[in-house]
């Protein structure tokens, strides 16, 4: 690591723990408000933070890590707030450390620095114009935030009410969500050793998790929030830990999964047959794993 990529890090570093601070403090402003709503404002005065430094720095990219290093951090205040500490917390805090640790270090390993900047934010940047620092605050910032924060409140349904037994809905979610942790870790692994390979040159990734759809790491994240609304439901009988879920997925449909494949079909002309041939989500069509072609 170059010490110019240290000190950038650096910078991050600084930012993320200013957010903390102005986080406790909000905590500690609003004694008596509900603790779901203490950590709903405080991930408000967080997400402000960030911004700041976002604009300070002229580069969006601050924010890149806050979607993977919330969860965690949610689930701590919540279980600090409530105590109680069941087999049913303990697995999920497991797979939403794991989930959090794997997806900020495989930002921090891509990251190149201050001096990048995510392609979304640069067309964003370039179409909204003088209106882009609206954009970046809530459409780059508080939207991912607000979305994070609704997948997170079943952590907030398990830990602020008794739960509920244990039952068959427990085991279907630990399948899902160690099963989507594997798939998230696999198709980047994947990814990052194809962009690595001089032979690729260029070209469409369409072997191992990425013949079965066209965003394998994609699934594995809808799989992620999937599991945290089962477990939100197992635990509290209250069908609203859904909509995390349900909210995340439209994010994926309608915004994510359309950007991506535009950019990639402007950019390799093979990636019209690969958009022809393999499913975008759901590997409805029979698993291929050899074909690079």
Known sequence: MTAERRRDFAWIGVAYATALVAAALTVALLPDVEP???????????????????????N????????????????????????????????????????????????????????????????????????????????????????????????????????????WLDVLWIVIGFGALWLEFRADNVLRAFRLDPASNGGVLRHDVWAWCRHPNYLGELGFWLALGLAGYAA????????????????????SIPMIDKRQLANKPDYEAYRREVPALIPWKPLRGGDET
């Open 36 to 58: 779901l709503w203490q950590a709903a404002w405080a991930d408000v005065a967080a997400t402000l933070v960030i911004f700041a430094f976002s604009r300070i720095f002229d």
């Open 60 to 167: 969006s990219s601050f924010y890149d890590a806050y979607w993977s290093v919330a969860p965690p951090v949610l689930i701590a205040f919540w279980w600090w707030t409530y105590g109680g500490l069941d087999l049913r917390v303990v697995i999920i805090a497991v797979l939403v450390l794991l989930w959090g640790v794997r997806l900020t270090h495989n930002w921090a390993r891509g990251w190149h620095g201050l001096n990048h900047v995510d392609w979304r934010y640069v067309d964003l940047k370039a179409k909204t114009g003088v209106f882009y620092p609206l954009v970046d605050l809530f459409g780059i910032q508080m939207l991912p935030t607000a979305l994070v924060f609704v997948g997170c409140v079943p952590l907030w349904m398990m830990l602020a009410e008794p739960s509920r037994a244990l039952g």
């Open 236 to 255: 509290s009988g209250q069908p609203l830990s859904g909509l995390g879920f349900v909210l995340m997925l439209g994010l994926f449909l309608v915004v």
